[in-house]
T-cell receptor, first 116, second 113 residues
C-alpha cells in the first residue's frame, strides 16, 4: 500500500531557530500533499495544501512566512517552521493522496516539535 | 468551524464488546472517511463511504451514512485491546486533487482486556 514517510519523528529546538520537516511519498507520486497541526487530545487542523511546482495554499490564520512549504518534486514536500517559538510546539502531520487507492489519504507518522 | 463532531468523546468497553462511534457533520459532502490514530502517531485510513452509499463493511468494521441526518456511525465488532486508539471521522466535499479533509474532534476508545 501507499506509504508516506515523515522525518524527523521528534525534534527539540531552541527559540529563534528554524526546523525543517520532510514528508516523502515512497511508492507513489503525490502532486498534492497536506500539512496538519494537532494539539494534545485535539483534532487535526489543516494548515496548508502543498502543490508540486507551485505555491502552497494556506488556510486562514496560518502565517505563510512562519510556516514555509516547499514541494519541489512529486515525492517530497517540506515544512519549515521559521524563528520557532514555544507556542509552535505541536504535533505536525503530513498526508498525501494516492490516486490508486480510491480517494483514501495516507498519513505520515507525524513530527513532535518542542521549542525550548 | 468543526465539520465533523463525534460522540461520545470517550468510550471505554470490555474486550469482546462492540464499540459504536457516531459522527455528525454540517455541510454537504462527497464522502466521509474514518481514521484511527494511536497515541503520538500518524493516522491510518480505515474506511471510506461515499455520499450515495448507506452502509459499508470491512472486516470487523461497519460504517453507515445517513445524508438526510448528516451523520455517520462506525461500529467495531468483537473489540480487542489492540483497538484502543483515537478515532476520527473526516469529510471531503469533492474528489479533486486538492480536495481537503475536515476532521472531527475524535473519540478516544479504550478496550479493557
Amino acid at each position: 500500500g501507499a506509504v508516506v514517510s515523515q522525518h524527523p519523528s521528534r525534534v527539540i529546538c531552541k527559540s529563534g531557530t528554524s526546523v525543517k520537516i520532510e514528508c516523502r511519498s515512497l511508492d507513489f507520486q503525490a502532486t498534492t500533499m497536506f500539512w496538519y497541526r494537532q494539539f494534545p487530545k485535539k483534532s487535526l487542523m489543516l494548515m496548508a495544501t502543498s502543490n508540486e511546482g507551485s505555491k502552497a495554499t494556506y488556510e486562514q490564520g496560518v502565517e505563510k512566512d512562519k510556516f514555509l512549504i516547499n514541494h519541489a518534486s512529486l515525492t517530497l514536500s517540506t515544512l519549515t517552521v521559521t524563528s520557532a517559538h514555544p507556542e509552535d510546539s505541536s504535533f505536525y502531520i503530513c498526508s498525501a493522496r494516492d490516486w490508486r487507492t480510491n480517494y483514501g489519504y495516507t498519513f505520515g507518522s507525524g513530527t513532535r516539535l518542542t521549542v525550548v | 468551524s468543526q465539520q465533523g463532531e463525534e460522540d461520545p468523546q470517550a468510550l471505554s468497553i470490555q474486550e469482546g464488546e462492540n464499540a459504536t462511534m457516531n459522527c455528525s457533520y454540517k455541510t454537504s459532502i462527497n464522502n466521509l472517511q474514518w481514521y484511527r490514530q494511536n497515541s503520538g502517531r500518524g493516522l491510518v485510513h480505515l474506511i471510506l463511504i461515499r455520499s450515495n452509499e448507506r452502509e459499508k463493511h470491512s472486516g470487523r468494521l461497519r460504517v453507515t451514512l445517513d445524508t438526510s441526518k448528516k451523520s455517520s456511525s462506525l461500529l467495531i465488532t468483537a473489540s480487542r485491546a489492540a483497538d484502543t486508539a483515537s478515532y476520527f471521522c473526516a469529510t471531503s466535499q469533492s474528489t479533486g486533487a486538492n480536495s481537503k479533509l475536515t476532521f472531527g474532534k475524535g473519540i478516544t476508545l479504550s478496550v479493557r482486556p
